[in-house]
């Protein structure tokens, strides 16, 4: 099979995205024509072999970097949450990051190093970078991601503190306007124990630190 009739099958499009409820054909179609238009409107042929399929394809491509509105950060911390008399910094790090910037929809990326410490509960460690997910796979702000992070952490664990960092490069910035390619926006947020400087430095130590 070459490389160009493994991109035009359909069913491999559908097989990527077959998780998603908002998928309802209404929304897909609604959407498609809208991109179809966009399409025109920057100079292009919708018509023209290689962009058929392409406003369909936008569409659902769209909706699953977007899903984050249909999930519930704290649903799914709620559902893994143990008793636990653990109480030093639990750090999840190098946790990959991908959403898109509200200001010109273009996706931003990296990691997130998410720490807390624990207060009688932890939570299942798979559940933080879903919900790194959740408030990723939205238009954001990277301010705003962080904080969100944090936010939800805090509400729902109740942990002595929280601390977040996330490194990403913004495309807004690489392929247009101002081009600095290699830039990369730091964002933090702490809460509790973690608003105290030697609790932040052995967070920011652990992160920095490498694996043997
Ligand atoms: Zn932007």
């Known amino acids: 099979m070459s490389n160009e009739n493994y991109i035009h099958d359909e069913d491999d499009d559908i097989d990527g995205y077959v998780k998603i409820d908002r998928y309802n054909p209404d929304l897909i179609a609604s959407l498609s024509t809208h991109y179809k238009e966009v399409l025109k409107q920057i100079g292009e042929k919708p018509e023209r072999e290689g962009l058929l ?19 519930d950060a704290k649903e799914i911390l709620n559902s893994a949450m143990f008793k636990e008399d653990y109480s030093q910094m639990v750090i999840v790090k190098d946790i990959e990051v991908y959403s898109m910037c509200e200001h010109h929809m273009l996706p931003f990326f990296g990691k997130a190093h998410v720490a807390y410490i624990p207060n009688g509960h932890v939570v299942g460690l798979s559940k ?47 392929m247009r306007g101002v081009q600095k390619q290699n830039s990369v926006t730091t ?14 430095t052995e967070f920011l130590n652990l992160i920095s630190a490498k694996l043997g």
């Open 53 to 71: 399929k392409t406003p369909e394809r936008v569409a659902k491509a769209m909706l699953y970097l977007t899903q984050g509105y249909d999930l």
């Open 187 to 200: 964002t933090s947020a702490f809460t509790g124990e973690f608003l105290k400087e030697k609790t932040r």
């Open 128 to 174: 933080i970078p879903r919900v790194v997910d959740v408030f990723a796979r939205r238009l954001q702000v990277q301010e705003r991601l962080t904080n969100e992070i944090r936010d939800c952490i805090q509400d729902t664990l109740n942990p002595w503190g929280v601390g977040i960092v996330i490194e990403c490069r913004h495309l807004c910035m690489s």
